[in-house]
């Protein structure tokens, strides 16, 4: 017996609630001697950590960066590597893309390009307005290559998702991205043999987009990574016996949500509006996963300062959770985004958890360095889950 059987073996349904709140890109390096969370001004965070228990976690493996959608599913209590997860599904599902056995998504990024060099990955972050005209554009020149129909979706912001429609594509594609700004254009390549040709089409695409968008300031060609068809894998109610809700605005969390089958809430832009949801609905489910999305934007723009300022917005609606009561109630990240390096990195992520059950530990605020003095150390993400479902009476006792 693996660990997730026996985690589903010894998991029961209770009336007990557990709130799993993610400030994505959380953890961070100092810059002056402190992070964003340790200048942060978090009374009501720092009063959980006082009466909860804390350590640090690793997504993946230490030393090991993780896209947020390993990261994720860690913390929902899947193996990331035994599940490999595209991030185009991720963002597909996420904003409601219908994908089917002969189709292949990728998320994308309008991005702009000055000669042969990617000069901004993210093309200044332009509206989603602007995203949903640039999309309708391409749609209207580019609607077949090669016999494969190819469907541009908006997502938000500089993000859009790309649909392939064809026999035979494969998704064994390395991204097309350079990852840093002031790099050369890159085409994805085959990671098999079978891509080969999967790899042409996405290529000439790619050159269309390009010629099409020419006219363009910015925002004049694309970027294109986590290549995917539907994947095969468990929802949380068969694993976890969960009634799972998920409260994110942002598509590639909505569409991993969806994917470990937690019924996406309608809910608006503003952090207000996410509380807001999970008052309204709390009476309806046991688990619910509230996402904060800026903490990792910040992060990825270097943005030290706004980074603090959403924190300690987030530390603001502490009071309301409280208010209703869960059993309960988890506060991390999915994974580490330091303002000094503007990318995902392998830094451990401050976590803790605070029930009736927990064993208060010394740690006097949420931070990098006080979680490190927590009493649950440093561990796998993966662990966060069996957690969870511990401190809610939610796992019965293994063996005689």
Known sequence: MNK????????????????????????????????????????????L????????????????????????????????????????????????????????????????LKGDMIVDRRAGRISTEKNRSLCEKLNNSIKEVENTKVTFYTGKEHRFVVKFTAEGLSDK???????????????????SSEAKNTAEIVNKVMDKVTDVLGDQAKANTILLRGFSKFPCIPGMKDLFKLKTAAIANYPMYRGLAKLVGME??????????????????????????VHVKKTDSYGEDGNFE????????????????????????????DHSTPCSLKSHSWHPNPFLIFSNTAQVDKVEKFSEKECSQGYLGRFHSLSAMPLMLAHAGKLVKFGA
């Open 306 to 333: 706004a980074k603090k300022d959403i924190i300690e917005k987030t530390d603001q609606f502490i009071p309301a959770v409280l208010d209703l009561k869960p059993d309960v109630i988890v506060v991390t990240s």
């Open 49 to 112: 950590a006082k009466s909860g228990c804390c350590g640090l976690t690793d997504p993946v493996l230490r030393g090991i960066t993780p896209g947020s959608g390993p990261a994720h599913l860690s913390l929902f209590g899947y193996d990331p590597t035994k599940y490999i997860l595209g991030r185009g599904i991720l963002e597909a599902l996420g904003i409601d893309v219908d994908v089917k056995e002969k189709d292949m998504v990728a998320r994308g990024n309008f991005a702009t």
């Open 4 to 47: 997730e059987e026996l985690i589903k073996e010894l998991c029961i349904e209770t009336d007990s609630k557990i709130v799993l709140l993610v400030m994505d890109g959380l953890g961070d390096l100092p810059v002056n001697r402190a992070t964003p969370l340790e200048k942060a001004t978090t009374p009501n965070l720092d009063s």
């Open 264 to 289: 996406v809430l309608e809910v608006g832009s503003e952090m207000e509006d996410l509380f807001d949801a999970l008052k309204k609905f709390f009476n309806k489910y046991n688990f619910f996963y």
């Open 173 to 191: 594609l390395s991204d097309a991205d350079p990852q840093k700004e002031n790099k050369p254009k890159v085409y994805p390549k085959p990671i």
